[in-house]
């Protein structure tokens, strides 16, 4: 019997209970509905999750990926790694780690369902959480941030003064990683051409003036002082 049928076989009263019920369900569906229509669309940071990141445009039957974090750290990784999920500093980076036990570089890399998905932790120049990533879902969303820029082969965040503090890229068969990252008494900044380290007091002029080098691409609206 089909449900319509079903239906006008019952006294008024199940009638009226059947159609309060179809009302709260059909209300319950279209409000999720609209909730996953809106995070679809949302901002990047106001949703709950980024995008899961394409694999490199690499041959498939090649093994081995590489992770860029300037011109002259450019670090080997293989699909096995990226499917086990890997830390980068447990990669063997002696030298991005404090001498106190810190680990500025954050950041870890897992495929799950064909992409590649992140965990990191985000903070400003006084070491403040601005938001952190776990599995590529927001577990503290980016707050105190000027813009933040997400697609399937890029995630661009820039902190309140402006200065690209994350960026991740695929281009070719390569990861690219660029920003400043903070752990213990040591930081570590990515920018084209080289990987500056540094500890002690984390940021001095110098220091600015090499964060300034990361330029901005994906938040356009926004540019460097020196753009």
Not at 12 to 41: C, E, N, S, T
Not at 142 to 162: F, R
């Amino acid at each position: 019997m089909k449900p319509i049928e079903l239906i006008k076989t019952l006294d008024p009263i199940r009638k009226r209970i059947v159609y309060i019920l179809g009302g709260v369900l059909l209300v319950a569906g279209l409000y999720d509905l609209y909730h996953k229509i809106d995070d679809a669309f949302a901002p990047c940071g106001k949703k709950d999750h980024i995008s899961g990141k394409l694999l490199p445009a690499a041959d498939q039957n090649t093994p081995t990926y590489y992770v860029d974090l300037g011109a002259f750290n450019i670090l080997p990784i293989s699909i096995k790694e990226l499917e086990e999920g890997t830390k980068l500093s447990d990669m063997g980076l002696v030298s991005y780690n404090c001498e106190d036990g810190g680990k500025p570089m954050d950041l870890s890399l897992k495929v799950s369902h064909g992409k590649i998905v992140l965990s990191v932790t985000i903070r400003d120049l006084d070491g403040t959480v601005l938001g952190r990533l776990n599995d590529s879902r927001w577990e503290i969303k980016p707050n105190n941030i000027t813009a933040c820029d997400d697609s399937p082969t890029h995630l661009e965040v820039l902190d309140k003064k402006g200065n690209m503090v994350f960026r991740y890229e695929n281009l070719n068969d390569t990861i690219h990683v660029r920003g400043y990252f903070l752990g213990g008494k040591c930081s570590v900044i990515c920018v084209d051409g080289m990987t500056f380290l540094g500890s002690g007091a984390p940021f001095d002029s110098v220091t600015n003036q090499m964060m300034k080098r990361n330029k901005i691409k994906y938040c356009n609206f926004f540019k460097n002082d020196d753009n």
